[in-house]
């Protein structure tokens, strides 16, 4: 079980963004350490992880809680991070918020509570996005630009680069945002945001394979031609 976990002054235990010095997912790099010493080789499972959160159905008012933009956004990051560390699998703890007072794991679904109807929460919309975009690519490269942006490029099945994603790497702010440059291996076809509507971003060109995007705390997810 790795969420993303860590200790306020007051001795509590609060939600933090996934690339957090402390986040309790950083206990996966001790995993990894004893698989590669003992098992080499065996898959390695997540088997609980994920963020509660808020919905238009329902409030969040614990320590463990964010919001429901920070639980789509952590969700994308948190996925993309496993999948850098050769993760096998990853299973998010729960399917559905539950009819019950808000306390730790009961606003952790990615669907809404049954009473609510069972109504997909942004972190479901940006999830399916993600996958049905890059499900079938596979990471060949990771650039953590010296202005602050983690940049994550991928290959088709055909070894054709096909998509780069890029974030900010801390806790997220819808107003924070960044102008980052960033090397492409072919034009760029598209920029957006993974949810139900897919926003598109405007972007410029630089130079050859050289682009200029306004990143925040939210993937964006750049299709190249």
């Not at 990853?90 to 609510?116: A, C, I």
């Not at 972190?123 to 890059?134: F, G, N, P, R, V």
């Not at 990471?139 to 680069?161: H, Q, R």
């Not at 974030?167 to 291996?185: A, D, G, N, S, V």
Request: glycine share 4%; net charge positive.
């Amino acid at each position: 079980h790795l969420y993303s976990y860590a200790t306020n002054a007051r001795g509590k235990a609060v939600a933090v963004h996934p690339e957090h010095p402390e986040s309790q997912m950083r206990g996966i790099l001790n995993m990894l350490k004893f698989r590669n010493k003992n098992m080499p080789e065996t898959p390695v499972h997540i088997t609980e992880w994920g963020w509660d959160s808020s919905s238009e159905a329902m409030d969040c008012s614990h320590s463990e809680c964010v919001t429901e933009q920070a639980q789509a956004a952590y969700a994308l990051r948190g996925l993309l991070m496993f999948y850098r560390l050769d993760v096998e699998k990853v299973f998010w703890y729960f399917f559905s918020d539950e009819d019950k007072p808000s306390h730790r794991f009961t606003r952790s679904g990615m669907l809404t509570s049954p009473q609510n109807g069972l109504t997909p929460k942004k972190s479901w919309h940006a999830m399916k996005s993600l996958i049905t975009e890059i499900g079938d690519t596979f990471l060949y490269d990771v650039n953590e630009n010296n202005s602050g942006a983690w940049i994550y490029y991928f290959k088709d099945t055909s070894e054709t680069p096909s998509h780069v994603v890029l974030w900010l790497p801390e806790k997220h702010r819808p107003q924070l945002k960044k102008e980052i440059t960033f090397q492409t291996p072919r034009a760029i076809k598209k920029a957006f945001l993974p949810s139900a509507t897919n926003s598109p971003l405007p972007y410029s060109a630089k130079g050859k394979n050289l682009y200029s995007l306004e990143v925040g705390t939210y993937p964006v997810v750049v299709v190249l031609k």
